[in-house]
């Protein structure tokens, strides 16, 4: 029998996961919607030597977090791609082991096969020797060894990283000019931000109301330089998952969020991306508070921090479609426009009222957000979000907080409970 018979067994896939630890249900491949644009992502991929099986082709199919398991009845054909894994992103959680698989689940002589897989985990958002578009900290997954639980680490990037990053945006600037950016992001701008962070999380996690823990990271560990700068924080690992919500309750929960930090809290995200939200079983939580700032901070008291907030709100990713959708007429409310080039709460509902219209455009969400463009419900939020954006009176918008917006969710999702209980 060849190889690619082999992996086709029904038997197989069964022995290998009694014989394993998974996190969800085994999907073989290839996984639902993978040829298609923008496919899902999924948690557990089995992936046989017929299949493209190779750690660069497979790394964008699988959450951050996920597994691969790579089976095979060559047993040096799964150690060799077991060392390109563990070079590749990906951590192996189970070493190359050996299964017989036979007829109805017996071991059989001379009708059983000896069947070698080894399990994979992604735990690098891009693969090593790759550029993000992104200029970001160093983040990834590590197995706390006291607990064997994963953790999330993120670390000021290296000068090497740095230089590397800043050459392949601007591939014209002078090598000493990209050396000297490089040390001014190593040295002062990242270990500022990522100490911000860290003191902001514990804020965060002291104040939250306790129907609201969880649902935002927690400071395990940190390593501070010599300054007393953070180069190095673990953080407990919000993993996708859990029970699909509508789009309403997906919209509900991140306005109730928001609302609860910036007005129990007292701290302004400034990074709202879908990117920087996901859906846990405990329900939407919101991650990387690198650029929070406190509701009532002054940040011209401290001029390093002063200036790099205001190249930030000039810069981000937010606020230059800020200030596209502004000029464009696409947002025309003064309580919104405010936020433009400010460190401002609108800055967060601004955002917020953008993303619960199009939930799906972050690829990790798909399969946890029920979401169909043409459903009344999808309309709902898409006028809401009109409403929010672009008021009848923009001098007097009727959507100045995300309070306000929770309660125009809520009155949405309120009808639709009606109309069922008439039904």
């Known amino acids: 029998m060849s190889d690619s018979s082999a992996m086709r067994d029904p038997l197989l896939w069964p022995a290998i996961k009694r014989a394993t630890t998974l996190d969800g249900d085994l999907q073989q491949y290839p996984p639902v919607g993978w040829s298609q644009a923008g496919a899902n992502l999924v948690n557990s991929l089995a992936v046989s030597p017929g299949d493209v099986h190779s750690p660069d082709e497979v790394f964008d199919r699988v959450r951050w977090g996920g597994q691969v398991i790579f089976a095979t009845a060559d047993g ?5 791609l077991s060392q390109q894994y563990a070079n590749a992103g990906f951590d192996i959680t189970q070493d190359v082991t050996k299964v017989v698989v036979g007829p109805l689940g017996l071991t059989i002589p001379f009708f059983s096969r000896s069947i070698y897989f080894f399990v994979a985990r992604k735990v690098h958002l891009i693969q090593p020797g790759q550029v993000t578009d992104r200029f970001t900290y160093h983040v990834y997954l590590q197995k706390e060894p006291a607990h064997g639980q994963y ?8 000068l090497e990283q740095l230089a590397t990053r800043l050459r392949s945006k601007w591939p014209d600037l002078p090598v000493n000019l990209i050396e000297k950016r490089a040390r001014k992001f190593a040295d002062k701008i990242f270990p500022t931000f990522l100490t911000r962070e860290a003191a902001i999380l514990k804020i965060v996690n002291r104040d939250l109301p306790e129907e609201y823990r969880g649902r935002v990271p927690s400071v395990l560990s940190m390593e501070q330089d010599e ?8 953080m407990n690992w919000l993993r996708i998952g859990g029970e699909p919500l509508t789009q309403v309750e997906f919209a509900r929960q991140s306005a109730d969020l928001l609302r609860v930090l910036h007005d129990d809290v007292g701290v302004m995200h400034l990074d709202l991306r879908l990117d920087n939200i ?3 079983p405990r329900g939407v939580c919101f991650v990387d508070f690198g650029s929070a700032v406190r509701v009532d901070e002054n940040l011209r008291e401290n001029p390093l921090l002063s200036n790099l907030f205001e190249e930030l709100m000039r810069t981000s990713e937010i606020q230059r479609m800020l200030f596209s959708m502004t000029r464009t ?5 003064e309580a919104i426009s405010r936020g433009l080039h400010k460190v401002d709460k609108a800055v967060d509902y601004f955002y917020l009222a953008v993303q619960i219209a199009a939930p799906h455009t972050n690829p990790e969400l798909r399969e946890l957000i029920l979401y169909d463009k043409k459903s009344r419900a999808a309309q709902q939020l898409q006028t809401l979000t009109d409403q929010i954006l672009r008021p009848k009176d923009p001098a007097r918008p009727v959507f100045c907080s995300a309070a306000d917006i929770l309660h125009g969710i809520e009155e949405i999702q309120n009808g639709a409970a009606s109309k069922r209980a008439t039904a």
Do not use: D, F, H
């Open 278 to 280: 996901v859906i846990t």
């Open 227 to 234: 300054r007393g700068y953070v180069r190095k924080l673990s």
């Open 329 to 333: 007429g696409q947002v025309t409310s």
């Open 76 to 80: 040096n054909q799964a150690r060799r």
């Open 151 to 158: 953790v999330v680490v993120k670390e000021v990037p290296s």
